[in-house]
């Protein structure tokens, strides 16, 4: 009877070892589980962050490409401007002379 009662702990106690295992094994997985959807959760929010910085810095290089070329437009229309205006100044001088040496 002590012999059989023995072997029925020994077995309880086997048994209650492999849960054991078989839930800190569960326990285990669970927490791996969880650090590789935090893994992925970290990885998406840097991601995202680097993708809108990018897009940010893209933005301002476009601004300033932007304000570059209307700066150098109107330097452009400035310098046409001035020798329009000095063309205009050349043709009414010569007018002026033709028109004083007819009188004359």
């Given amino acids: 009877m002590i012999m059989r009662d023995q072997k ?3 077995i309880k106690q086997r048994k209650f070892e492999q849960e054991m295992m078989c839930h800190q094994r569960s326990q285990m997985f669970k927490r791996n589980a969880q650090q590789v959807r935090l893994c992925k ?3 998406k929010l840097a991601s995202d ?9 893209k933005k301002q ?9 209307s700066q150098k437009q109107k330097m452009v229309d400035t310098i046409e401007n001035y ?3 000095k063309i205009e100044m050349l ?3 010569i007018d002026n002379e033709k028109f004083e040496r007819h009188i004359a």
Avoid: G, P, S, T
């Fill in 83 to 85: 020798y329009k205006d």
């Fill in 91 to 93: 043709k009414e001088r």
């Fill in 8 to 10: 029925i702990k020994a």
């Fill in 49 to 57: 962050l680097e993708k809108n910085k990018l897009l940010e810095e």
């Fill in 61 to 69: 290089y476009k601004e300033n490409e932007h304000k570059k070329l």
């Fill in 41 to 43: 959760k970290v990885y």
